[in-house]
Each structure stands twice: as C-alpha cells, then as structure tokens.
C-alpha cells in the first residue's frame, strides 16, 4: 500500500481554533484497504485527548476529540461514517442519503487503529477494510470526507475538514466529501 494523497484540514470559520494547530491526513488505498494517517501538531497540552482503552465501538465520539472519515461510491447518495478517538475506540454508521441512518457497523467493520502522542504531536493511524463494507461496488471511484473535532480543555469545539459547505460545520453534506479515489491498481 503507497501513500496517494496527503492533504490538509482546516477549520471552520466560525467555530474556535487554536492557532497553533495544524492538521495533515495522508490516505493510502489498495485493493480492499483504505488507510489514513491523521497528524495533529502544535501545542497539544491545550487539547482534551482521550485516555487510551480497550478497543471498541462506542458512539458520540464526535463530542471530544476524534477524526471521522465519510466514503461514499462517487456519485451515489449512500455512504458510510467512521469515527476514530485517541483512546482507541470507534464507531461506523450507514447512511441511505443525508444523515438518514440504515445501519451501524459491528465488530466485523472494527478498524485498525494505532495512536501516538506527545506534548506537541498526535498521531492516529486507521486502516478500513473496504472489502467487508456494502457500499464498495467493484472499481467505482470513491468520494472521501475528512474531518476532525477538537475538543479544547476548556471544553469548546473546533471543527476540522479538508472541505467545508457553506454555513454550519457539517461534514455530512455531499459537498463535505471532496476528495475523489480512483480505484487502485490490481496488486499482482
């Protein structure tokens, strides 16, 4: 699996920020696999991290400090939800079109995911297996969203993406998943 993209998130405009942070997701793609690689730097003692757990699916992660990514065939409304938090946990959801939930995912969806931190660094690598998700139709081009909330200490929230729609932060307006996947090449 190689490297085929890395881009950087931004924030909202009208939710908080730290100026001092700085946002990069690298996504590499391969036959059945999608991994991202999602890097936060700057002062990180002024950001709420989740203590590490057990791995496990949890919801509402969006409210603290998490990384999401939406994938949807291109062109399709349909697309899947995941979150990723520090502390290992996960969540993944189904949608039908625009934040109408079919479903929610189970332990046969569970991501990889390996988290490192320092004071000035976070580092969160998640690894899909798009073979076991029933939006991947063949070859299809895929449309990716990428986004992040960052919880402050204070306990305000920062809402980070690669694209923003107009208006409020929601990364699960079509417009939100901007970056398009062509499908990878047959590994031989």
């Known amino acids: 699996m190689s490297l085929i993209e890395s ?3 931004r924030c909202h405009p009208l939710t908080p920020v730290d100026a ?3 946002m990069q997701v690298g996504i590499s793609h391969s036959p059945g696999t999608l991994a991202f690689a999602f890097r936060v730097a700057g002062d990180l003692t002024r950001v709420r991290v989740p203590p590490p757990s057990a791995p496990r699916i949890a919801h509402q992660l969006w409210e603290h400090t998490c990384f999401e990514v939406f994938v949807a065939v291109a062109g399709e409304p349909a697309y899947r939800e995941f979150n990723f938090a520090p502390s290992g946990e996960w969540a993944g959801y189904d949608f039908s079109g ?6 929610l995912a189970d332990d046969t969806l569970a991501p990889g995911i390996a988290v ?3 004071p000035d660094r976070l580092e969160l690598d998640a690894l899909v297996h798009l073979d076991r998700l029933s939006l991947t139709r063949g070859r ?5 969203g990428l986004s992040a909330v960052i919880e402050a200490i204070d306990g305000t929230l920062s809402y980070w993406a690669l694209h923003h729609p107009d208006g409020k932060p929601d990364f699960h307006h079509a417009d939100a998943r901007s970056l ?4 990878p090449a047959a590994e031989w």
């Open 20 to 22: 001092t942070l700085r």
């Open 140 to 144: 299809a081009p895929l449309q990716l």
């Open 98 to 103: 625009y934040r109408e939930v079919v479903g």
């Open 180 to 183: 398009r996947l062509e499908p």
């Open 116 to 118: 490192r931190t320092s």
């Open 7 to 9: 881009v950087r998130l």
